[in-house]
């Protein structure tokens, strides 16, 4: 019996695990090995790590909590959790063994829905983004798209212009976007395309032109997409989580979910997607674990 399972070692596993191995818990990290920002060359926004490779993030974490004999490690996915009436956690790996825990943390993450364009994938995280905060300095000034339709498409392309005031917003079909929003991007200098988009060239990861069904094609630096996520895991659905429009987890103070002893931290659960936030997160809901178990255990 742990006293936690953490599933998912991105920032968010990673600084759980940190805090509550150093409170002399026994935890369990379960991680699959499919960070969301894989595909990204350089992290930015964490204060002393700007431009660190986000794998070399990951080793520097890892490497650092394997001092602590109080964390166990599966590098495996797992593909069953469940809260049983003694409100124990019990999770399953994929080759079928299984682990409990007192309390349960997850943090999954979630993946980006990538429109299936033809090099869309292959210039992702080195000329295709979805958040400017992350990448916008390293583009400032350049030619950009914005790729995405609706209320998305219209915040993306006004949020942008703090950092380029050349902005084309490709709607690869009608726009869904109102008179009064379609006057606001004319006032702000950014132009509409609805034309489909038919693909994207670019070379060595840098994206040089978008190329419309009908032949003509936009020479842009990068561009930037509003088209959505999706929970990497569905194990916050299946034990019952509740999901904001956004579809990350609601949860409450310090990280902690509807369930006793559930926490859901990182991208996986409300807002501002950074590692720095995630860490953060991480951080706080370890805290309450800690806090929790020490309830419990007082006599
Ligand atoms: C292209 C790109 C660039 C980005 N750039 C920046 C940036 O510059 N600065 C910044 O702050 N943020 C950036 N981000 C956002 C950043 O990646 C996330 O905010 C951060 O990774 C969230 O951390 P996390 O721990 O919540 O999730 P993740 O880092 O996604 O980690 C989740 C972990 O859970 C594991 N997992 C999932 N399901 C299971 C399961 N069932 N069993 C076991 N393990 C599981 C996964 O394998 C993964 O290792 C970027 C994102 C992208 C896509």
Redesign the pocket.
Known sequence: MYDVII???????LSAALVLGRCRRRVLV????????A??Q?????LTRDGIA?AELLRIGRDQLRQYDTIDWQDA???EAECRPDRRFRVALTDGREFASRKLLI????V?NLPEIDGFREL??RSI???PY??GWELRDEPLAVYGRGARGLGLSLELIGWSRDIVLCTDGPPEIDADGRERLARNGIAVREDRVDRLEGRDGRLERIVFARGDALPRRALFFTTGQTQ??R?ALRLGCEFNEKGTVRTGKYEATHLPGLYVA???SRAV????V?AAEGAEAAFAINTDLLREDLK
Do not use: I, K, M
Request: proline share 6%.
């Open positions: 599933v998912g070692a991105g920032p968010a596993g379960c991680d699959s090995g499919r960070p969301r920002n595909a990204s350089a992290l930015h926004g964490y986000p996915e797992v593909v943090a999954t993450g979630v980006d992702f995280g983004f979805h958040c992350c990448d990497q895991s194990l990182g991208d996986a997607q950074w590692v720095v995630a």
